[in-house]
């Protein structure tokens, strides 16, 4: 018997890749900038941050970021080439498909609004998953250790039986912090061999 009764899948370099140097190249061809000074922007911008929580809407970080990058293109522009940048970890994909029947599988991201609303086009599987805990949505931002806690009531399991697989080491620290087990991302192979191990898939 596995002691592993949930699992918790980070969305960002987890199941998706995210390649925020194709963004930086096509807003440097709109706006004059270098693909330097933009990425910087974005990196730095507190923006961003207040998106991710929730505090902003889609409008008004858009207007905000189009006047500070010198950006002339419509809302719908502007989100295409800020979220165009995510691509399938087809292997994780599949290993997450296939827990569907066995155990609750939910998502954990710190993410925004604009992000997700392409994400779930994009990706319609996204929606497939038992639960989504989105940080634009509960305002908390991991590794909060609120935000693991708000994980695990989604389960409906005790912390220490549910598994938390996350590309960051802060955010694996994060959830062993409050009780959780966690897996550090490092490669789909090396996921499912220590999903493996824990009897969590089979070989």
Sequence with gaps: MSGID??????????????????????????????????????????ATELALGKQTRRQFYRTVAHDLG?????EEFALIWSDVFDPIEPMIELAKSLATRR????????NIIHMEFIAGRFPWVTEFDALILSHEVGLLKPAPAIYKLAVERTGMPAERVLLID????????????????LRYESSEQVRAELTKLGVVAI
Excluded: C, W
């Design 167 to 182: 590309d960051l080491s802060a955010n694996v620290q994060g959830a062993r912090a409050v009780g959780m087990q966690a």
């Design 71 to 75: 950006f002339a293109g419509s809302y």
């Design 104 to 111: 609750p599988r939910l998502i954990l991201s710190n993410t």
């Design 6 to 47: 949930a699992v918790i899948f980070d969305l960002g370099n987890v199941l998706i890749t995210v390649n925020e140097q194709r963004a930086a190249v096509r807003f440097a061809k709109q706006t004059g900038k270098t693909v330097a000074e933009v990425g910087a922007y974005f990196l730095t911008t507190p923006h």
